[in-house]
């Protein structure tokens, strides 16, 4: 209904200002901030998505009421509606977040905004949705694996009586190729080939695992994500069963993909560990010292946190631990917020093959210059060093220079990654044109151009690194600041999991003599 959409969009936008939103968030709301705000409202009442925001603001309302760390992460975190909702805890305007990374008026996708949540407190959140909504209109999406070429070999080899020894000479002749078929592995392997032909034993085992392939192998339930009906049984839409696991969760026997077709509100809530930790360790820091710590409230620029970054010293930090990206922060020296951000996007194979990562390092600590080829990508690549690192960037260049829209530049994106060469020829006329209108010559254009399709294979979501970018500081300042309780909090936190005769690597360089046995 028309008017149920006005009135949830009125409701939206009543929040986000008067009601602990932007007034909360801003000392002073410039009117930047109410352009912005007023814009995405207006894209969000538009495509009829008002309701959903307002859904997950009250799943988060009831975490922060009920001391559950959440942070969201993706491209949402790129609206400034979900920051004055306090559903994200990124200021877009600051670190130049586009709302058009997420969502957009010509691209007819829900919105899709990814949380995180304290791993031991998940369960609360689904406790209370499946409260507030009924049991019978909430799920969790189940996962189905299938038999792959490998293991269904192994298991027919295992069911029709082949020794274990000759089953793993089996299975290794086949290629390892990534989503290889048995098909696919026999046109690709001589000997696995003649071994079909020439053994009625081996071409029985090939037969019946030709027949399974593909079929269900087992049953599990995703990760994060949760669908809602709107007031009817959830049964209504799709298949349910029992969780074989616990007994009483219900589980879609349907796939994500499935699931969204059908229409059902999705929402991603992930367990993450690091959240956990980070609780942990600040209520250690109440207990031990008497200090009130706000997750997100720290003092910024903090020496002594970069400090121990720039010494590699990260066991513990998030996504930063790793002997690869440590030895990376050695070389980058990182100083501000922005470096964390950019090591979390260029440290990934296509970046660190194509000399990104040593560009951005040697400019950063003077070894090279940037260049630029016009004044508007020094203004948009000068805090990255003129690397071309996020997928923002590209879309901004796009825009500025070639005079595409924004709602119109991330499908330049995906078809650059997608090598989808008609979409990527009809931008590039438009952005020649556009680029001719502002009076540049065509060859450097055509680098322009050239750069932008080099570099959108392997630009990263910035909106993404810089939520995560916010975790991974907020786990160094606490490490720098308090390493006891912080490495308390991590081995507590990984008592399943964790190899405890490998305890002294992980607090290494930790003053261990303060700690009294």
């Not at 194979?349 to 194509?354: C, E, N, S, T, V």
């Not at 071309?388 to 530049?409: D, F, N, P, W």
């Not at 254009?445 to 990263?460: D, K, P, R, V």
Request: hydrophobic fraction near 40%; include cysteine.
């Amino acid at each position: 209904d028309h008017r149920d959409l006005h009135t949830a969009y009125r409701r939206q936008r009543q929040m986000c200002i008067r009601d602990r939103g932007l007034d909360d968030r801003y000392d002073v709301v410039s009117q930047e901030v109410i352009d912005r705000l007023d814009r995405e409202l207006a894209v969000i009442e538009k495509l009829g998505f008002a309701n959903y925001f307002l859904v997950v603001w009250d799943l988060i309302r009831f975490a922060r009421e009920n001391g559950i760390p959440t942070n969201a992460r993706g491209s949402g975190v790129g609206s400034l509606v979900c920051y004055s909702l306090y559903i994200s805890h990124a200021c877009p305007l600051e670190h130049e977040l586009l709302f058009e990374r997420f969502l957009d008026e010509n691209r007819l996708e829900a919105p899709d905004i990814d949380i995180d949540i304290c791993k031991t407190r998940r369960s609360e959140l689904i406790q209370y949705t499946v409260n507030k909504y009924g049991e019978d209109c909430v799920a969790q999406i189940g996962t189905f694996g299938t038999m792959s070429c490998r293991s269904v070999i192994a298991d027919c080899a295992r069911a029709l009586g082949l020794p274990y020894a000759e089953s793993r000479e089996l299975v290794d002749l086949v290629p390892e190729t990534l989503g290889i078929t048995i098909e696919e592995a026999i046109a690709e392997s001589e000997e696995l080939a003649t071994r079909v032909s020439n053994e009625p034993a081996i071409e029985e085992i090939i037969k019946y695992a030709q027949n399974l392939e593909g079929n269900v192998r087992n049953t599990g339930v995703h990760a994060a994500a949760v669908v809602v009906s709107n007031g009817q049984p959830i049964t209504d839409f799709v298949p349910v069963m029992k969780n074989k696991r616990t007994g009483d969760a219900i589980i879609t026997q349907w796939a994500m993909a499935e699931v969204e077709e059908a229409g059902l509100l999705k929402l991603d809530f992930l367990g993450l560990k690091n959240l956990t930790v980070i609780t942990d360790t600040i209520k250690a820091v109440k207990q031990n010292h008497g200090i009130d710590i706000d997750m997100h409230d720290l003092p910024e620029g903090d020496s002594k946190t970069y400090e121990l970054l720039r010494n590699g010293q990260t066991k513990g930090v998030f996504q930063l631990e790793g002997g690869g990206i440590s030895e990376f922060l050695t070389r980058l020296r990182p100083d501000c917020f922005n470096d964390i951000s950019a090591v979390l996007a260029l440290y990934r194979p296509g970046p660190l093959g194509g000399g990104m990562t040593d560009t951005y390092v040697d400019v950063k600590n003077g070894k090279k210059r940037a260049k630029y080829a016009h004044p508007v990508l020094k203004e948009i690549l000068e805090s990255t060093y003129g690397v071309m690192v996020y997928q923002e960037q590209v879309m901004q260049v796009l825009h500025r220079l070639g005079g595409i829209e924004l709602s119109k530049a991330y499908t330049v994106i995906k078809a650059s990654s997608k090598k989808k060469e008609e979409v990527i020829a009809s931008n590039h006329d438009a952005f020649m044109q556009g680029c001719r209108a502002q009076g540049l010559r065509a060859q450097t254009a055509a680098e322009i151009w050239n750069m932008i399709l080099q570099f959108a294979g392997y630009g990263f979501n910035n909106s993404h690194t810089v939520a995560y970018a916010q975790v991974s500081y907020i786990t160094a300042y606490l490490k720098a600041h308090y390493p006891l309780e912080f490495m308390a909090s991590i081995l507590t936190a990984d008592v399943p999991n964790r190899n405890f005769t490998k305890k002294d690597a992980l607090c290494e360089h930790l003053d261990l003599s303060l700690i009294h046995i």
